[in-house]
């Protein structure tokens, strides 16, 4: 089974439009560990958030944000406003402890048209 | 900021031929990794390793595979006899303590190999 679920795995929108990525995540451990990662065109990987399984207050970076829900077992992550320079893929990852391995999504492949 | 170095950017090899992909973690960083991405796929956890030793590795890393920290700044990574589906984008990651501590992975630009 599908540790981490990202069900989109393409999105387009237009510039300035608001677009939400959807993660949901499966595991039997109390405490876990919650990132989103960004992969640009260039392809590296570009650490955006982490939560952690006992934290579970939102966060707003900027347009960036982030809401976890325990009860679903999801962490969505929210662009407001979109630009061109969102377009990339997102990855959602979990990590259990201690922590030596992530477990990735497939990834969404977000396209800001402008 | 620093950065976990990886090189060589691409590299091509042929099928049966030993390859190593070199990293360099971030300087002060105890727990190394690697990753592979094959092209449009998910991201995979391949190995962990602290203290000289692997911590953790995934049914991928299998026999063919080896890591190595040969001095205190390298880290590498060694597929003995490469086959095709060797063909991914390999990521090197390090991270200062355990994820357990509130710490992140931070990961290199990758390595793209091609196995023809």
């Known amino acids: 089974a599908q540790k981490v679920t990202q069900a989109q795995t393409e999105i387009s929108v237009v510039e300035k439009e608001d677009v939400t990525l959807d993660c949901v995540y499966e595991?039997?451990?109390?405490?876990?560990?919650l990132f989103w990662y960004k992969q640009p065109p260039s392809g590296e990987l570009v650490f955006l958030i982490r939560?952690?399984?006992?934290?579970?207050q939102n966060e707003i970076s900027g347009r960036y944000s982030w809401n976890f829900q325990k009860s679903t077992s999801s962490f969505n992550f929210t662009i407001t406003a979109s630009q061109v320079v969102d377009s990339a893929v997102y990855f959602c990852?979990?990590?259990?402890?201690?922590?030596?391995?992530?477990?990735f999504g497939t990834g969404t492949s977000l396209t800001v048209i402008p | 900021e620093p950065e976990v170095t990886q090189t060589p950017s691409h590299q091509v090899t042929q099928m049966g031929q030993e390859v190593i992909l070199r990293c360099v973690p971030i300087?002060?960083?105890?727990?190394f990794y690697w990753y592979r991405q094959i092209l449009g796929q998910k991201v995979e956890f391949l190995v962990s390793?602290?203290?000289?030793?692997?911590?953790?590795k995934s049914e991928i890393f299998d026999d063919q595979f080896s890591v190595e920290r040969p001095d205190g700044s390298n880290f590498t990574l060694k597929i003995r006899s490469t086959k095709l589906e060797d063909s991914a984008m390999y990521f090197c990651?390090?991270?200062?303590?355990?994820?357990?501590?509130?710490?992140?992975?931070?990961f290199g630009s990758g390595t793209q190999l091609s196995v023809l």
């Open positions: 300087s002060n960083h105890l727990y």
């Open positions: 939560r952690n399984s006992f934290d579970e």
């Open positions: 390793f602290y203290n000289n030793e692997i911590s953790e």
């Open positions: 990651a390090s991270s200062p303590e355990l994820i357990s501590t509130n710490e992140k992975l931070f």
């Open positions: 595991t039997r451990d109390t405490t876990y560990y």
């Open positions: 990852a979990l990590s259990e402890p201690p922590g030596n391995q992530f477990y």
